[in-house]
Structure formats: structure tokens, C-alpha cells
């Protein structure tokens, strides 16, 4: 009775753990991964939008639990220094939080080790107001501040430059170079006088950029800047000119140029001119297919000109160089602004597949595509070019279905091995690929789908582990040495020869030191023999270690020295070193393994062994070397030894005495490996665990199975 209640309180002890078992804790991992694709896995779990700003990008690393998808946003978030911003039912993640208070104006802004300049375009986009600056010295800012004004938050951007300062204008702000002019008069407006059509400047000096853009601005004319330095020019003093006039003398004053194009003027810097090359020209150039913001990817790096500008709003190009050089960039602009290249936009409306598992099944080529979800729809919208909207469009009939899409995880294999290993009865085809690396999708009928199982439960499976024991030992010939083990037989039950002890005593103090289990599995009087050799100094081991590999894949074990030796060449007429090359040597053990493990628990090895040693130095001032290799397939049971011999050298000692006689002494050595594969059962033990609690589970007796 007393047994029964205790199997009783096993069967409800395992039930428990069991159930324990089964609620699993959902968990995500990210090592160093790519953000886009940290978004794709968080979205999924939110099942809802995230997008990410132009100021994110890169890599992170990023481990938690998932109980709530929302704490888990926040809380990657957090701990990468990213803000998520809710906007009605989506997301968008950014390195730059920033609020204008348009009221007060006043901004607040919370980032982390962020370039200033993509601080300063957040507040440009936040404002609505253009900020001009050169270029920054390369540093990261951190800035929380709350309510500031914007010339100060601006100001604080550019913290620890001192060179630099912010001058503000009733349409603009301008971060440049501080001057002593400037010092004096900050607002550079001040210079011009316009009366009519009739500018007028008088100035010891200015700078040529606030000057121009106050000169447009004057003038209500749109205008782009091609050139990066600010040029300081001095000593103006003009009177009652008209626009073009006064523009022409001001750019030349700077060495720069201008052209004009649908009302724009470009300002870029003076062409040198060129009796070979011939002037250089800047024209304006209306793509009509291509989008310009894709027009980079298009040129090659030879053909692509020194100054180049993209006007998104008309779409357009400003390019610059000589004839020749825009005569060949315009013929080629127009072999690759054809309708082809043309953007488009599609619509389409998702019957049973959301737009997250879509994404998952989008090839390479197709993450190019622009895709915008419609979520109370279940609809997407497109744009690309005609020939990918209908790769896109072929891809959604075959994953947008009913009842023929089967999910398929993988536990082990991987993808790419599984689709090289297919049988004939399962086509590629009915196999679509996914972003995620242990999922793809079948597409097959139900029997295909069970022909496909039936083919995993065999295939995807994990590889069994083999541990190696190795031990490999120096034995030097030809040397004197007695081994006087003692052992006495105990006949105290001599009466029954079966129950006879054998007692041995022997010293085993440098076997019992070893990890390779010498005694019971080379025997005793093997063990009695090498721990005598080995406190003789008649055998020295080599290596003695444990190495743990897959079924099918080589291991490899090394204990060599490297030595570097410099040559050096003589110059024989002027007797100097004229050059040296780096020579090197290595010398050692290599023991390679690949064993595989059969049906009935066999083991198979190839093994490669290879023994070199560094000899004298010869006459070219380089030592010789010497090696012994074996090359050997073996086959074993799990726990049974191998032993691999015949790495035999034979040297020559020469000994000189004190009357100058010679005398010669042949020593042989030889290299012996010791090897023990074993079978590593952890993974089956631990299937026979689960089976066995689930038998229990399911009400089977199985209190006495011993598995």
C-alpha cells in the first residue's frame, strides 16, 4: 500500500512538471542585428505599423521576454536610446524626439550620441523654417532639454565649436564662420539697399553665402548652392545696379558662376578654362521616367560627373562639365530614362494574407518596392516599376490563398540544406521562402503536405555528437629500462574459483594524472607499463585531451610552434642589405578527425596525424624539417579504443670526447595516438524522458519501464 501512494505522488509530481514544462515563456533574441529587421519582428507582435525615421539605421542587440508587445517596444526602445512615437494605430521609431511648441515657440528635443546635423534637420522639418549651415566639425551630441528657444536649441547643436555661431532671419537660420564684420553687424540684410529695381552695397567685408541668400531673398528669386566654401570677399562699394549686374560682380568677386534654369539660379564655383578640354558648361536636365531620387543607382562610377544636384519637386538634374563630357552623360541619361524605368502605382487588395506575412514572404529583389498598408482595408499600395508590380503581383496569387499555405518551422536542418535535399515527389515550387530563418511555407494539398512531413520526420533531425578521447605518446627505443610491477593473488575464496580477487600494487602516480582513462580501457598491465616509461623519461605525452564534434564534420586538434626567420638580400657591389623576405616555420602535432556514426552505433574515422620537427640550421641559414604522416580509416563500437602507430624516426647522435674521439648512437622514437570515440546520448536521453512522461500523462503504467 505504502509503494502505491508513493508511485501515486511520482505520477502527480511529473504530471506537474509537465504542465510546467508546457508553459513556455515567449522569448526574442537579436545579436547585432539589423534594425529593419528587428522592426519586422516587433511589428508582427504588435500587429500593427512600424516605421522607422531617417535618422535610424545600423545594427543592435536586444534580448527579452514578450508578455506584453507594447512593454517590449518600449523597453527595446529604452535600452537602444530610440523613441517610439505613437500616430493613430502605428508606430514610428526615432533617434530624435522633438516637440515645437508653435505658441510659445520653443522646442524640446531628447536624443542620444546623434550627428548635430540630423538634429538640425528634425528642427528645420519641426519649425518649417530652413537652416543653412556648413559643415560641422564630425561629433555627436546628447541633448534634453525642454521649451527652449529654437536659436538656442540651435546654438546648443553646435556646442564646443566656437568658431561657428547662428545668425537669425525672418525666413531662415544660417550657422557659419563667426567674422569681425559680422561681430559688428549681424544682420547681414543691412548691406543691400534696394530702391526699385536698383541694389546698392557699400562693405569692407562680408561673406559671400548670407550675402547671396540675402540678395535672393531681396529679390524673391529661388536659388541652389554648388559650391561648399564661404568665401570672404572685402572692399565693395557698388551703386544703383540692376539685378544682373550686381549679381555678376558679387560672384566674380568669389571666383563663382552662375547658370539659370525654369526661373532657379545655380551658384557654383568658376571653371578654369582649358584650350584642351574647352570651357565647362552646367545645364538642367528633366528626367521623364526615372525618378531622381533613384537616378544615382543607375550611374556608373566613370560617368558620374563632379557636380551633380537633384531637384525632387521637378524632377530634374543640374549637372556640369565640358561638352564632350555632358554630350556623353546626357546619351547615356537617355538609355536608362526610358518608361521601363518608370515608377507606377498599384493597388492590391489582400484576401486572406496580412501584410506582416506578406513581407515575410518578399524575395531580395522585391524589398525594393515601395509598400504602404491599408489596414482597415487589408489592402496594399504599391509603386515600382511595371516589370516588379507584376513579380509582386505573382507572388501574392501564389501566398494569397485560402487553404493551401502550410507553415513549416524547422527544428534543426537548415533551409538551404532541406531545399537541396528534396526528393523528386516534392517540387521546389511548392516551397516559399521566408526572412525568417527556421520558417518557410508549403503550398502543396494535404497529401502533398503529408508526403512532406513524412519526409521532415526523417530529415529533420539533429545530428548526433561524437566525444574524442586522445591520448598521444612519445616512446624513445633503444633505451635501458625495468619494469618490476608486484601482484599477489588473493585465494581467500579459492574454493570458488569465481569469486577469486586478484590484488595488484603498483605505482600509477603519472596514469592516475592523465584525463584518458588509461586502467579501464587500455588495461592494467598497459597502465603498469606506461606509468614506468613514463617516470623513466622513456615516453613523453604529447597531448592528452577531450574534443566534441557533429556526425560528418572534421575536428581538429594542433600543438605546434611557429618560428619567423628574415632573409636578407646582400647587394655584392655595395656589400648592403638590399631588401628581406619573412620565412616561417612551424613545427608540432596536427591531429585532423571526421568520424560519422552508422546504424547500429558504429563509429567510422578518418584520421590524419601529422608529427614535424625543426632540425639544425643548414647552410642557407634556414633549419630543415622533418615530419611523419599517417593517413587512416577506422572503425569502432562507441567506448572502444583505437590505437594508431608507426610514426617511427630514427636519429643519429654524435658525442665528441676530451682526446677528440667520436662516438655515434642510433635513437629510435615513435608516435603513438590513442583514441576513444564516444557516442553522445544526451538528445535521445532526453527524448526517452519526454515519451516517458507523456505515457503518464496519457494513463499508460509505466512505473516500471527503465528507460
Avoid at 39 to 62: A, C, P, Q
Avoid at 345 to 355: A, Q, R
Avoid at 600 to 605: L, P, Q, S
Avoid at 649 to 677: D, T
Wanted: net charge neutral; proline share 2%.
Amino acid at each position: 500500500m505504502e509503494k502505491r501512494k508513493l508511485h501515486i505522488i511520482e505520477i502527480l509530481m511529473l504530471l506537474l512538471s509537465l504542465k510546467l514544462y508546457a508553459k513556455e515563456i515567449k522569448t526574442i533574441e537579436f545579436s547585432n542585428q539589423n534594425i529593419n529587421d528587428i522592426v519586422l519582428i516587433l511589428s508582427r507582435e504588435l500587429k500593427t505599423s512600424i516605421t522607422l525615421d531617417e535618422t535610424v539605421e545600423g545594427n543592435y542587440t536586444f534580448y527579452s521576454t514578450i508578455e506584453d508587445a507594447e512593454k517590449t517596444l518600449k523597453n527595446f526602445c529604452e535600452k537602444t536610446n530610440l523613441y517610439a512615437i505613437k500616430e493613430n494605430d502605428s508606430y514610428k521609431i526615432t533617434k530624435i524626439k522633438i516637440e515645437f511648441n508653435k505658441e510659445n515657440q520653443t522646442l524640446s528635443i531628447n536624443t542620444n550620441s546623434t550627428e548635430p546635423e540630423k538634429v538640425l534637420n528634425k528642427i528645420s522639418k519641426a519649425i518649417n523654417k530652413t537652416i543653412v549651415y556648413e559643415k560641422i566639425p564630425s561629433q555627436t551630441i546628447s541633448l534634453n532639454i525642454t521649451d527652449l528657444k529654437i536659436k538656442d536649441a540651435i546654438e546648443l547643436c553646435i556646442k564646443g565649436n566656437e568658431s561657428l555661431e547662428v545668425t537669425e532671419n525672418e525666413n531662415y537660420f544660417y550657422i557659419h564662420k563667426k567674422t569681425e564684420a559680422e561681430n559688428t553687424n549681424s544682420k547681414q540684410t543691412r548691406l543691400i539697399e534696394k530702391k526699385g529695381n536698383q541694389f546698392s552695397i557699400k562693405t569692407e567685408q562680408a561673406q559671400i553665402k548670407p550675402l547671396l541668400m540675402d540678395f535672393f531673398i531681396i529679390t524673391e528669386k529661388q536659388y541652389s548652392f554648388l559650391f561648399q566654401n564661404d568665401v570672404q570677399i572685402k572692399n565693395l562699394n557698388l551703386k544703383n545696379l540692376d539685378f544682373y549686374e550686381f549679381l555678376n560682380i558679387i560672384l566674380e568677386q568669389a571666383n563663382l558662376d552662375y547658370t539659370e534654369s525654369n526661373g532657379i539660379f545655380y551658384i557654383l564655383e568658376s571653371e578654369k578654362k582649358n584650350s584642351f578640354a574647352g570651357r565647362r558648361k552646367t545645364i538642367v536636365y528633366n528626367l521623364k521616367y526615372l525618378p531622381v531620387e533613384d537616378f544615382s543607382a543607375f550611374i556608373p562610377q566613370e560617368l558620374s560627373p563632379k557636380t551633380l544636384l537633384k531637384d525632387k519637386e521637378r524632377n530634374s538634374i543640374v549637372i556640369s562639365g565640358t561638352e564632350r563630357e555632358l554630350e556623353t552623360f546626357v546619351q547615356y541619361i537617355k538609355q536608362i530614362d526610358i518608361e521601363e524605368n518608370k515608377k507606377h502605382d498599384k493597388i492590391f487588395d489582400l484576401k486572406y494574407i496580412t501584410y506582416e506575412r506578406l513581407i515575410n514572404f518578399l524575395p531580395p529583389q522585391l524589398k525594393t518596392v515601395n509598400i504602404v498598408s491599408d489596414k482597415e482595408k487589408n489592402r496594399i499600395i504599391c509603386t515600382s516599376t511595371k516589370q516588379k508590380l507584376l513579380e509582386l503581383e505573382k507572388l501574392i496569387n501564389e501566398v494569397d490563398t485560402r487553404n493551401n499555405l502550410f507553415p513549416i518551422s524547422l527544428k534543426y536542418i537548415k533551409k538551404e540544406e532541406l531545399i537541396e535535399k528534396l526528393p523528386s515527389f516534392i517540387s521546389k515550387d511548392k516551397i516559399i521562402n521566408t526572412n525568417n530563418p527556421n520558417l518557410l511555407f508549403f503550398t502543396g494539398n494535404k497529401n502533398e503536405l503529408e508526403d512532406f512531413n513524412n519526409f521532415l520526420s526523417y530529415t529533420d533531425k539533429p545530428l548526433p555528437q561524437i566525444k574524442y578521447q586522445i591520448l598521444v605518446v612519445q616512446y624513445t627505443k633503444n633505451k635501458n629500462y625495468s619494469i618490476k610491477p608486484e601482484a599477489r593473488q588473493d585465494l581467500s575464496n579459492a574454493g570458488n574459483s569465481n569469486d577469486s580477487t586478484y590484488i595488484f600494487n603498483a605505482d600509477l602516480s603519472n596514469i592516475l594524472s592523465l584525463n584518458f582513462d588509461v586502467i579501464s580501457k587500455l588495461g592494467y598491465q598497459f597502465a603498469i607499463n606506461l606509468n614506468s616509461q613514463l617516470s623513466q623519461n622513456i615516453a613523453n605525452v604529447f597531448t592528452d585531451t577531450s574534443l566534441t564534434g557533429l556526425s560528418g564534420e572534421t575536428i581538429q586538434f594542433q600543438n605546434t610552434d611557429t618560428y619567423r626567420y628574415i632573409e636578407y638580400e646582400l647587394d655584392k657591389t655595395t656589400l648592403s642589405k638590399t631588401s628581406s623576405t619573412t620565412q616561417t616555420i612551424t613545427s608540432g602535432l596536427i591531429v585532423e578527425i571526421n568520424g560519422w556514426i552508422s546504424g547500429d552505433n558504429m563509429i567510422t574515422m578518418e584520421v590524419n596525424a601529422t608529427v614535424s620537427k625543426q632540425n639544425a640550421a643548414t647552410d642557407s641559414g634556414l633549419p630543415s624539417t622533418s615530419e611523419r604522416i599517417i593517413n587512416t580509416k577506422v572503425r569502432t563500437e562507441s567506448g572502444k579504443p583505437v590505437i594508431i602507430s608507426g610514426l617511427i624516426k630514427e636519429e643519429i647522435n654524435e658525442n665528441k670526447s676530451l682526446i677528440w674521439q667520436k662516438s655515434k648512437s642510433k635513437e629510435q622514437s615513435e608516435i603513438v595516438i590513442y583514441l576513444i570515440p564516444y557516442l553522445d546520448n544526451t538528445y535521445n536521453k532526453a527524448h526517452k524522458k519526454l515519451n516517458r512522461m507523456r505515457k503518464i500523462y496519457e494513463g499508460i503504467n509505466c512505473l516500471d519501464d527503465k528507460d
